[in-house]
């Protein structure tokens, strides 16, 4: 696949190490600190969920859905929400950017030595001065697969209760 030009403005964050960018036309907010609920039996990415003025939000922990190891108790103090077809979802960050103008930059294809689970999730790659900013699909990142895990964190989640 050929590299490409395209006009669009990304929101930039960064999980881990890796710097990552979402179309930012999909950003609702940018909340600092939210109290999370935690919800057992559900895929690892799921982090729990949290009230948005009286909306149920789920908070996908975008480290765990990209293969970032990070320590079981990191808690990112981020939540970029985003808006998707099913309603807003929460995406949990390190730390956040800004609002980047691609206009002049050219989109690569993923390079092939990204593993599955970053082929899946990344749709182009910018490369910035001494770094690569990393294109996440937004349905792809917020999707929720069907099924309970088979690791359920029961206790911890009756532990980590915090009330809406």
């Known amino acids: 696949m050929a590299a490409t030009k395209t006009t669009k403005l990304l929101a930039t964050f960064w ?9 930012a036309h999909h950003v609702q907010e940018v909340l600092v600190n939210q109290p999370m609920v ?13 009230n948005l003025r009286g909306q149920v939000v789920t908070a ?10 990070q320590a ?10 985003v808006r998707t077809d099913d309603g807003p979802v929460s995406l949990l960050v390190d730390s956040v950017g800004g609002v980047l103008n ?14 599955e689970a970053m082929q899946y999730l990344v749709t182009g790659v910018h ?4 770094d690569l900013l990393l294109v ?3 349905a792809r990142a917020t999707e929720v697969r069907a099924g309970m895990s ?15």
């Open 15 to 23: 999980v881990g190490q890796a710097h990552l960018a979402i179309d």
């Open 38 to 50: 935690r919800v057992p039996r559900t895929e690892p990415s799921v982090r729990g969920l949290i």
């Open 60 to 69: 996908i922990g975008l480290a765990a859905r990209l293969g970032i190891h």
């Open 72 to 81: 079981p108790d990191h808690n990112p103090p981020f939540c970029v929400v």
């Open 102 to 115: 691609t206009e002049d930059l050219r989109c690569d294809p993923p390079p092939d030595t990204l593993d």
């Open 127 to 130: 490369q910035l001065e001494g």
């Open 136 to 138: 996440l699909d937004v």
């Open 150 to 164: 088979t690791t359920s964190n029961d206790n911890q989640s009756r532990d980590n209760r915090e009330e809406f």
